[in-house]
């Protein structure tokens, strides 16, 4: 077993799993696409809206004045995070998102990849040929700390810095990517401390699942 592919079965060894329930979309309603706003990284719930019910349908019995509440459907997120937080993986009804924590990709204040950041990379890359995904999203943030243009600018960098080796690692000219920096927008915790700083220093890489992307 190489030396990379020993250190990618101890992070799978160490991560924790939760599940948890995200957002829920009303019958009727379109499903938003998979191309993000421009003011917001996310995307929204994706769940498919439920089948309709027919509430005369005499096979289904309800007490005399009673009705059938709206429907709804839950869009379902998986969320696992490695023990140290370094890297966190999402899994929804329609995307896949890694977050991985700038410590581990690059030196402070830089958007130069280190030693290490490739064979992490190239893990993402391989579930991004796993689903059979067309349109990955790589996009950056940073903490609070330093102004908000110099933010803006570091961000960017180090998401063009991973995209170029996912680029390499999938040699797909049929993916598109779509490259974006946010500086401190989006925090995923609080800025008041470093804990919570190191996880707003990030890169988040996501993508549609195999059975959402329409190949």
Same mark, same amino acid.
């Given at each position: 077993?190489?030396?990379?592919?020993?250190?990618?079965?101890?992070?799978?060894?160490?991560r924790s799993?939760?599940? /948890?329930?995200? &957002?829920? !979309? $009303?019958?009727?309603?379109?499903?938003?696409?998979?191309?993000?706003?421009?003011?917001?990284?996310?995307?929204?719930?994706?769940?498919? #809206?439920?089948?309709?019910?027919? #509430?005369?349908?005499? *096979?289904?019995?309800?007490?005399?004045?009673?009705?059938?509440?709206?429907?709804? /459907?839950?869009?379902?997120?998986?969320?696992?995070?490695?023990?140290? *937080?370094?890297?966190?993986?999402?899994?929804?009804?329609?995307?896949?998102?890694?977050?991985?924590?700038?410590?581990?990709?690059?030196?402070?204040d830089?958007?130069k990849?280190?030693?290490?950041?490739?064979?992490r !990379?190239?893990?993402?890359?391989?579930?991004?040929?796993?689903?059979?995904?067309?349109?990955?999203r790589?996009? &950056?943030?940073?903490?609070?700390?330093?102004s908000?243009?110099? &933010?803006?600018?570091?961000?960017?960098?180090?998401?063009?810095?991973?995209?170029? /080796?996912?680029?390499?690692?999938?040699?797909?000219?049929?993916i598109?990517?779509? !490259?974006? &920096?946010? $500086?401190?927008?989006?925090?995923?915790?609080?800025?008041?401390?470093?804990? *919570?700083r190191?996880?707003?220093?990030?890169?988040? !890489?996501?993508?549609?699942?195999?059975? $959402?992307? *329409?190949?």
């Open positions: 077993m190489s030396a990379a592919t020993a250190s990618r079965t101890r992070r799978a060894h160490a799993a939760a599940a /948890v329930l995200a &957002g829920a !979309i $009303a019958l009727g309603l379109s499903v938003a696409p998979h191309a993000l706003a421009d003011d917001n990284p996310y995307p929204s719930a994706s769940a498919e #809206p439920p089948v309709k019910v027919d #509430p005369s349908a005499p *096979g289904l019995k309800l007490p005399s004045g009673a009705q059938l509440a709206p429907p709804k /459907v839950l869009d379902i997120k998986s969320v696992v995070e490695d023990l140290g *937080g370094e890297e966190r993986r999402e899994d929804t009804n329609a995307d896949v998102k890694f977050a991985l924590q700038s410590e581990v990709l690059f030196d402070k830089s958007a990849l280190n030693g290490a950041a490739n064979s !990379i190239a893990d993402v890359a391989a579930e991004i040929k796993k689903q059979g995904s067309k349109t990955v790589v996009f &950056g943030f940073t903490d609070n700390l330093g908000h243009a110099h &933010g803006m600018v570091l961000s960017k960098d180090r998401a063009n810095a991973v995209q170029k /080796v996912l680029d390499r690692e999938l040699n797909d000219p049929s598109q990517f779509e !490259i974006r &920096g946010y $500086a401190e927008q989006f925090p995923v915790a609080e800025n008041s401390t470093e804990e *919570g190191k996880k707003n220093r990030r890169v988040e !890489i996501s993508f549609p699942r195999g059975n $959402a992307s *329409g190949n």
